[in-house]
């Protein structure tokens, strides 16, 4: 909440913006968005957050209860942890 309150976090990338209403196709909104259900693991390196945030970590999973599972994910992937 911190970022939000107080710094620049930029706009909502435009391949996660709302396409489905009539005119925000050529808006670019929907554009290069990758489904990540539709590959192994349901999951494919995609830019979520905006660019002046994009490599803040806002999760760090512990190594307690399923949080350990995320976290040994999350390291395979190359993600902090």
Sequence with gaps: MA???????????????DASHSGS???????????????????VRQQYLPDPVKDRV?????DQG???EIRKRMAERGKNN
């Excluded at 806002?58 to 512990?62: G, H």
């Design 3 to 17: 970022d939000v309150e107080s710094k620049d976090t930029g706009e909502i990338p435009l391949h996660l913006r």
């Design 25 to 43: 196709k050529a808006l670019g909104h929907g554009k290069g968005y990758i489904y990540p259900h539709d590959y192994p693991g349901h999951y």
């Design 58 to 62: 806002y999760y760090r999973p512990s």
């Design 66 to 68: 399923y949080e350990k």
